[in-house]
């Protein structure tokens, strides 16, 4: 934007109605000041104003106020105008956009009000003008930096949103592979469980009734030596987990579960019988039985430790 400049001498204007020290007055402010009649024709103004219009003084004076305005603009103006000359009332502060001598557009502000007469009759308007194109520009410029700060954000958020879309997609699928791997490996721990519990049941029920039939047989000593090592070894394969298998699955009656029940309260085999109404010889029995069936037979383990460790 041109800089607004004061005129030269040539550009001074004629002498006008105004006094002396009204003229000096207007000449010292900052903003430029005009008059114009009730047609809209300048009749006075200060240096400021012919700066910000573009027009040397000479030319200013007299000319229509609408020649430095587009029609439309022009319009506005003067319903402007007609408002303060209808209620004799100062207008608020209002813009709008001039043309200058060298077809530049720039933007101004006005608070214009009425001159009467001595006889109180409207003879025409004052008007206080500010330049504020620089203003415009200025505002002009941070909305567009606001609108694409703004356009900006949304994108950014819109992508973040996918983002956040993709990232739920994914934690979904591994919450269900999670959820299906949980699945496979309770089923191999069951699996796994009743394999345990079969092979001890089978070499429990099976195996081991069949070599103490065998070593009653009338073998040798040999031949007895062999199947004792059959047996130990046939323990060494099922102890490491027999010991995690509650005494119910080794195939235990009833009344066995019972008497193992008391004997890892601490009772006696007396105690015993005459908690169940049974003889001693009989308790005796059933305990060796379980300890048979517990894999403990012939071994120097207390039969009531052993049954506490058994979960």
């Given at each position: 934007?041109?800089e607004?400049?004061?005129?030269g001498?040539?550009?001074?204007w004629?002498?006008?109605?105004?006094?002396?020290?009204y003229?000096?007055?207007?000449?010292s402010?900052?903003?430029?000041y005009?008059?114009?009649?009730?047609?809209?024709?300048?009749?006075?103004?200060?240096?400021?104003f012919?700066?910000?219009?573009?027009?040397p003084a000479a030319?200013?004076?007299?000319m229509?106020?609408?020649?430095?305005?587009d029609?439309e603009?022009?319009?506005?103006?003067?319903r402007?105008?007609r408002?303060?000359?209808?209620?004799?009332?100062p207008?608020?502060?209002?813009?709008?956009?001039?043309?200058?001598?060298?077809?530049?557009r720039?933007?101004?502000?006005?608070?214009?009000?009425?001159?009467?007469?001595?006889?109180?009759k409207?003879?025409?308007?004052?008007?206080?003008?500010?330049?504020?194109?620089d203003?415009?520009?200025?505002?002009?410029?941070?909305?567009?930096?606001?609108?694409?700060?703004?356009?900006?954000?949304?994108?950014?958020?819109?992508?973040?949103?996918?983002i956040?879309?993709?990232l739920?997609?994914?934690?979904?699928?591994?919450?269900?592979?999670?959820?299906?791997?949980?699945?496979?490996?309770?089923k191999k721990?069951?699996?796994?469980?009743?394999?345990?519990?079969?092979?001890?049941?089978?070499?429990?029920?099976l195996?081991?009734?069949?070599?103490?039939?065998?070593?009653?047989?009338?073998?040798?000593?040999r031949?007895?030596?062999?199947?004792g090592?059959?047996?130990?070894?046939?323990?060494?394969?099922?102890?490491?987990?027999?010991?995690a298998?509650?005494?119910?699955?080794?195939?235990?009656?009833?009344?066995?579960i019972?008497?193992?029940?008391?004997?890892?309260?601490?009772?006696?085999?007396?105690e015993?019988?005459?908690?169940?109404?049974?003889?001693?010889?009989?308790?005796?029995?059933?305990?060796?039985?379980?300890?048979?069936?517990?894999?403990?037979r012939?071994?120097?383990?207390?039969?009531?430790?052993?049954?506490?460790?058994?979960?």
């Open positions: 934007m041109a607004t400049k004061s005129p001498k040539a550009d001074r004629p002498e006008l109605k105004p006094a002396e020290d003229r000096t007055i207007l000449e402010i900052q903003d430029g005009c008059e114009t009649d009730l047609s809209g024709k300048f009749t006075f103004f200060n240096h400021y012919t700066g910000i219009m573009g027009y030319e200013l004076l007299g229509e106020s609408r020649k430095i305005m029609a603009t022009a319009k506005e103006v003067f402007s105008f408002d303060i000359y209808k209620t004799g009332r207008s608020r502060k209002f813009d709008y956009e001039i043309i200058c001598k060298d077809a530049t720039r933007q101004i502000e006005v608070s214009a009000s009425l001159i009467q007469g001595d006889d109180g409207p003879i025409g308007f004052r008007s206080i003008v500010r330049d504020i194109t203003r415009k520009k200025a505002e002009a410029e941070l909305r567009q930096a606001r609108d694409e700060l703004e356009q900006r954000v949304a994108q950014r958020t819109a992508e973040l949103a996918r956040n879309e993709a739920e997609a994914k934690r979904i699928k591994l919450e269900e592979a999670n959820i299906a791997l949980n699945i496979l490996l309770k721990d069951e699996n796994k469980a009743e394999l345990e519990q079969n092979l001890l049941f089978s070499v429990q029920e195996v081991i009734p069949v070599l103490d039939k065998l070593r009653m047989s009338g073998l040798d000593q031949q007895k030596a062999y199947a090592v059959m047996e130990s070894n046939l323990n060494d394969i099922i102890s490491p987990f027999a010991h298998l509650s005494y119910r699955y080794f195939n235990l009656t009833p009344m066995e019972q008497i193992a029940n008391l004997v890892k309260q601490g009772k006696s085999t007396k015993i019988a005459l908690l169940l109404t049974l003889s001693a010889k009989t308790v005796e029995t059933h305990r060796r039985n379980i300890r048979r069936k517990i894999n403990i012939k071994r120097k383990v207390n039969l009531r430790t052993h049954l506490q460790s058994i979960q």
